[in-house]
Structure formats: structure tokens, C-alpha cells
């Protein structure tokens, strides 16, 4: 049973333009929130992440938006670049023994030159 | 600092052969993860570990076992492949942290195959 749902599977922005990913999730329970940054070949990254005590949490052109009513949350690129080309994934944790994170099943994001 | 390394990168199985996946990581963190990817399905948890001679069972458990005997070390073992073990596995750790939370360190993957 997945109880983080993202979407959307994949997405093709131009060159500047914003791209949107979201997240929902069942498990009231979570506090913690990250998403993944993951490249061709490689291992997944930490990019940004967020608890539920705010509602946005920025780090350059990487925005978290969270709405704990809603269960969902959702990253935004802003100005895309081709080298943010990558499978992006949300996640979501709880407290308690090592803090096991529950991943969405990825976006694969193109951005166009 | 190395990271998070695994060994191999690659591998090809026969159904029914037996191997063991080596994770290695030079940061001291006390937890360390075995997930799965496979396509269209994210990452799912196999076993994790809090501390060293300490195993539990993740998401998907069946058909995998772990040890980790060393702080540093976490493998996972295939006894009896099958072909629904095809997938690409990737080793985590995460320093244990006050109030929880914390980053996962991911290391390259190991792309295997069984046939």
C-alpha cells in the first residue's frame, strides 16, 4: 500500500520555466518531509526538506510547499535548467526507530534547452 | 570520505544462486538501509539497521537477509534467487539524530539481474 502518492510520472518544462511536483500522503503521523534529487546512474540525493510546523521552505530555486490540511505538499523549480534533469522523488518519515522513510514513485523531469 | 560505497555494481544471477551485497560507509552513522528500486515504483525499504549487530524488516523482507556485524558494514543476502529480485538495490546511512529527521546518504547502486 503506498502511502505516498506523487505525480505527476513525468514532466517536460522549457528552459526557465517552473516545474511543479506533487506529493500526498495518508499517514498523519509523518513529520518529516525531503525530497530526492537522483541522476542517471547514480544514488538519490537529499535536495530539500520540510516539517509541517511551516508552510514553505525555499533554498535557492528549490521551494517546498506544504499544506498539512490538505496532506500534501509539493517542490517548484523555478527558472528550470537542463541540468535539473533528473527523477525527483518525495518522501515522507515519522519518528521512531530510524526514522524509515516512505519514498513516491518518482518524477522524471526533462528540461528542455 | 568515501560515503556510502556497495559492491558490486553490476551483477547477473542464475535462478536459485546464492550472493551477498556489501555496503560500506566511513561517516560513523549508526543507521544504515537496504532499499529497492524498480521502475515506476520509488524506493522501498528492504531491512534497516539502528546500530551495529541490530537488524529489522523494512517494506518488502521476504527472500533477503541482513547482518551487520560492523558498524560500518551492512550486506544483503540473496539466498535463492529469483527473477522478481531483479532490480537496482541501493545502501543508505543516516547519523542518528536528536528529535529524529535526518539526511539519508545514498550510495551508487548495485544493478543486478537474475535470469
Known amino acids: 500500500q503506498q502511502q505516498v502518492k506523487q505525480s505527476p510520472q513525468s514532466l517536460i518544462v522549457q528552459k526557465g520555466g517552473i516545474s511543479i511536483i506533487n506529493c500526498a500522503y495518508e499517514?498523519?503521523?509523518?513529520?518529516?518531509f525531503p525530497w530526492y534529487q537522483q541522476f542517471p546512474g547514480k544514488g538519490p540525493a537529499l535536495l530539500i526538506a520540510?516539517?509541517?510546523?511551516?508552510s514553505e521552505k525555499k533554498e535557492g530555486r528549490f521551494t517546498i510547499s506544504f499544506n498539512k490540511s490538505a496532506k500534501q505538499f509539493s517542490l517548484h523549480i523555478m527558472d528550470s535548467q537542463p541540468g535539473d534533469s533528473a527523477t525527483y522523488f518525495c518522501?515522507?518519515?515519522?519518528?521512531?526507530?530510524?526514522?524509515?522513510?516512505?519514498f513516491g514513485s518518482g518524477t522524471q523531469l526533462t528540461v528542455l534547452p | 570520505n568515501a560515503g556510502v560505497t556497495q559492491t558490486p555494481k553490476f551483477r547477473v544471477l542464475k535462478t536459485g544462486q546464492s550472493m551477498t551485497l556489501l555496503c560500506a560507509q566511513d561517516m560513523n552513522h549508526e543507521y544504515m538501509y537496504w532499499y529497492r528500486q524498480d521502475p515506476g515504483m520509488g524506493l522501498r525499504l528492504i531491512h534497516y539497521s539502528v546500530g551495529e549487530g541490530t537488524t529489522a524488516k523494512g517494506e518488502v523482507p521476504d527472500g533477503y537477509n541482513v547482518s551487520r556485524l560492523k558498524k560500518q558494514n551492512f550486506l544483503l543476502g540473496l539466498e535463492s534467487a529469483a527473477p522478481s529480485q531483479t532490480s537496482v538495490y541501493f545502501c543508505?546511512?543516516?547519523?542518528?539524530?536528536?528529535?529524529?529527521?535526518?539526511?539519508?546518504?545514498f550510495g551508487p547502486g548495485t544493478r543486478l539481474t537474475v535470469l
Open positions: 518522501a515522507a518519515s515519522m519518528g521512531g526507530s530510524a526514522r524509515q522513510l516512505t
Open positions: 520540510i516539517r509541517p510546523d511551516v
Open positions: 499517514n498523519t503521523a509523518f513529520d518529516y
Open positions: 543508505a546511512s543516516s547519523p542518528m539524530g536528536a528529535g529524529g529527521g535526518g539526511e539519508q546518504f
